[in-house]
């Protein structure tokens, strides 16, 4: 199993066409490959990204997109741009596009039924060009015993939609990331590893996860990759990331 980061906490002090340099980073910080939000990139640029990647050694591993999944308008008007993500993912070679549903406060029985429906519409567009659509956790899919993860695992095609597991969203959600992964694994595309104490986002093996039981239930199977991600830090990016790196590599073995 590969390991690659999200590359998000750079962009708390970079810009978009600092990435150059982000990418010298996250290489020095001993990763091999980049999860990366859409919104950096120039879409209409495939080729120059992948060359980038390649100058750095680093592999694509997901496109970060995102969107209130549950309003049919705001689906139609997102739909374009997402096509273009997606041809932007699989011309660059990402094989994952993780997705990121919005924030909405109990959801009514039909919002979840549009979620879901819409979902495995996206699905049906990742998978025509052999892209895993895998969606990504926050704490609101996990309150009430996971109602809406549940629900978009029990209402959405396994062969459209995956998960990419946010284990400290589970965390901060109420519920226990190596239970609710060991549940939800069959679905899970690949794993965000991610630490946190309380309400301040952690190093890797920092924090309050627990990564040693997480471990056991990760390698009952087998993983292309799985991604660091801290939404946050204190510290210079490449640092946390070079610390969550090195836990990994010497508590976990991978």
Known sequence: MKIGVQTRPWWLTRK??????????????????????????????PDAF???????????????VGGQIWDPEAVKE??????????????????????SGA???????????RTAANLNRIGEVCRARSLTLAYHNHFWEIER??????????????ALVSFCLDVAWVLRGGGSPVAVAQEFLPRV?????????GDEWREVGYGAVDFTGLLQVIKSRSFAWAVVEQDETKRAAVESARMSRDYIRHNLGI
């Open 16 to 45: 978009p066409e600092q990435l150059p340099e982000v990418l010298a980073e996250v290489k020095a910080a001993g990763y091999d490959g980049v999860e990366i939000g859409a919104y950096l990139l120039d879409l209409n640029q």
């Open 145 to 158: 015993d996971c109602r809406e993860l549940r629900y978009i695992r029990d209402h959405t095609d396994p």
């Open 103 to 113: 924030r909405k406060s109990d959801k009514t029985d039909d919002e979840l039924a």
């Open 50 to 64: 992948r060359k980038l990647l390649t100058d750095h050694g680093l592999a694509p591993v997901g496109i970060h």
């Open 189 to 197: 595309a690949y794993f965000h590893l991610k630490d946190t104490q």
């Open 78 to 99: 997102a739909l374009a741009k997402l096509e273009q993500t997606m041809a932007f993912a699989a011309a660059v070679g990402a094989p994952y596009v993780p997705f």
